[in-house]
């Protein structure tokens, strides 16, 4: 076996991917080559690594998650978010980037709070508002003359 090969079949033997006369040639060229072998060991230890850090950040998320649920289900809408808050994050709660807990929250926090809830229908009001604007006649003539005047020079 090549080492080009070698490199290339890495991630499959670690997958346990590699059928008998493959995975054979390539413990051979494993234990016959020294360079390939370090290879091995590096691209080894780096995925393990990443196994490790992987399994920290879940065990991080769900004590995030756990504490993040605590908070909500001991804490009333009011007291949760405040109009300062509300005011910050209105955008993403009109785009729609906002997660559905929060969402609650806020049509929680705009129920019992009258300020916020003017806000909010203000917002809403003028988001399905249309806009209109007027163009002046002369716009559509100077356009024209301007489109086909690049188009001559190109």
């Given at each position: 076996?090549?080492?080009?090969?070698?490199?290339?079949?890495?991630?499959?033997?670690?997958?346990?991917?590699?059928?008998?006369?493959?995975?054979?040639?390539?413990?051979?060229?494993?234990?016959?080559?020294?360079?390939?072998h370090q290879l091995f060991n590096d691209v080894r230890e780096v995925l393990d690594?990443?196994?490790?850090?992987?399994?920290?950040?879940?065990?991080?998320?769900?004590?995030?998650?756990?504490?993040?649920?605590?908070?909500?289900?001991?804490?009333?809408?009011?007291?949760?978010?405040?109009?300062?808050?509300?005011?910050?994050?209105?955008?993403?709660?009109?785009?729609?980037?906002?997660?559905?807990?929060?969402?609650?929250?806020?049509?929680?926090?705009?129920?019992?709070?009258?300020?916020?809830?003017?806000?909010?229908?203000?917002?809403?009001?003028?988001?399905?508002?249309?806009?209109?604007?007027?163009?002046?006649?002369?716009?559509?003539?100077?356009?024209?003359?301007?489109?086909?005047?690049?188009?001559?020079?190109?």
């Open positions: 076996m090549e080492c080009l090969q070698f490199e290339e079949l890495i991630n499959d033997y670690l997958d346990c991917g590699l059928a008998r006369p493959v995975r054979r040639d390539f413990c051979e060229h494993l234990l016959a080559c020294r360079p390939c690594a990443c196994h490790v850090i992987k399994e920290s950040h879940v065990r991080e998320s769900t004590v995030f998650a756990d504490v993040q649920q605590r908070i909500l289900s001991a804490t009333s809408a009011g007291e949760m978010l405040s109009c300062r808050t509300l005011d910050a994050l209105i955008s993403d709660y009109f785009e729609g980037n906002i997660e559905s807990t929060y969402e609650t929250i806020f049509n929680e926090h705009f129920a019992i709070c009258e300020g916020c809830n003017r806000l909010v229908e203000g917002v809403r009001e003028s988001l399905e508002e249309p806009e209109a604007v007027e163009v002046p006649e002369e716009l559509y003539g100077r356009i024209f003359a301007a489109t086909m005047g690049a188009r001559r020079t190109a």
